[in-house]
């Protein structure tokens, strides 16, 4: 099986709008309307911060030269090359330095630099109150889920999920194309293109349409943040969910709480992504496989699930925008999904 993912970009707005419509389907009851940032424009400037993991210049080197190729302007905050142990600076410099980058009506894009761990440290300390005013694009994943679901639960504002700095090749011109094309696909969505993913057949896939707005990340973080400001709100959503470095147990037992919490119920859609898994001690086999596990947890449902997608610690992370409509068709021949945003056509009966 070719397990390859291919993302392109749909090639004509006539033609887009055709194909959605014949695949536009029901509203869910619990719809939602997240406010989209302004898509960037060329001279357009975006600012790295580091409010996880440390990570230093040298390394976003390569990622701050290919954006500017894209024609972006780049600022470097002040907490890239700052290293308080594990973090990139201390609690304060990391917060001062994502709030200036949140506030500053120069900057049009946030991107974090690396993920990690320290987002959840600094979450409650951070102010949003320009933000909210004044949108703009906050872009990264793992860690960077913290950001995803507050912003989404308190704020109702689309971010971008996506690879980050440390994520960029340190040679182009020796990129495998799967890297290249993923981290292309963040230029694509920062400029509003309307673009689709593909991911093949499965097995385990259960076959269907869903449309609603895009909401997850890093399984492990959204289990975090439960019954916090932060914990997102999944009802009439494609739910996307990926991990790393978890055994299969502990998978079973995040996705059985996430059942409990009412969290798997009433989805639009379900999208399972890269799990990188820890293998099983000796003697201590879990006896299942992610797919059994997972639709274990949603066979009562009847909402399309998807798996093996494009997201995830791995090299076909793409971009994806959370908070906007998208539709997903789960057929045999494998899944599709993409973003309806740029349609109002097909959002006037939402």
């Known amino acids: 099986m070719n397990r390859k993912i291919f993302i392109s970009s749909l090639v004509t707005a006539g033609a887009s709008l055709s194909v959605l419509k014949s695949w536009a389907v029901p509203s869910h009851e619990h719809m939602h309307r997240h ?11 975006i600012g790295i911060t580091s409010p996880a993991g440390y990570i230093s210049l040298e390394e976003i080197r390569p990622s701050v030269q290919l954006i500017e190729s894209w024609g972006f302007k780049v600022e470097i905050g002040a907490a890239v090359g700052k290293k308080d142990f594990t973090y990139g600076g201390t609690d304060a410099e990391r917060t001062a330095d994502l709030q200036r980058m949140l506030d500053d009506p120069h900057i049009h894009a946030v991107m974090c630099a690396r993920g990690g761990y320290g987002l959840v440290r600094i979450i409650d300390q951070i102010d949003f109150k320009q933000f909210a005013r004044h949108p703009k694009w906050v872009i990264g994943f793992s860690d960077v889920t913290v950001l995803h679901c507050h912003i989404s ?20 011109a020796r990129a495998e194309p799967i890297q290249i094309s993923t ?42 943040v439960a019954g916090t400001r932060s914990d997102p709100d999944t009802k009439g959503r494609i739910l996307f969910l990926e991990d790393t470095g978890e055994y ?3 998978i079973d037992r995040m996705l059985w709480s996430l059942k409990r919490r009412g969290k798997l119920s009433g989805l639009a859609g379900l999208v399972i992504g890269g799990f990188k898994l820890k293998p099983d001690d000796a003697g201590e086999e879990f006896g299942k496989s992610i797919y059994e596990i997972v639709m274990e947890k949603v066979q009562e449902y009847d909402y399309p699930v998807c798996f ?34 740029s349609y109002p056509e097909l959002r006037s009966g939402l």
């Open 35 to 45: 406010k989209i940032p302004p898509y960037l424009n060329p001279g357009d400037t």
């Open 153 to 172: 639960r308190n704020f109702g504002i689309a971010t971008l999920h996506s690879k980050m700095c440390n994520s960029f090749p340190s040679d182009w």
């Open 183 to 224: 981290i292309l696909s963040i230029r694509q969505a920062l400029s509003g293109e309307d673009f689709k993913y593909t991911a093949p057949s499965a097995a385990a896939n259960r076959k269907g349409r869903g449309q609603g707005e895009l909401i997850g990340g890093n399984l492990s973080i959204i289990e975090s």
């Open 248 to 250: 299969l147990y502990t």
């Open 308 to 341: 093996d997608f494009p997201v995830g610690h791995q090299k076909n992370n793409a971009a994806l925008r959370c908070g906007v409509q998208h539709i997903l068709d789960v057929g045999a021949g494998g899944s599709k999904m993409w973003s309806v945003d």
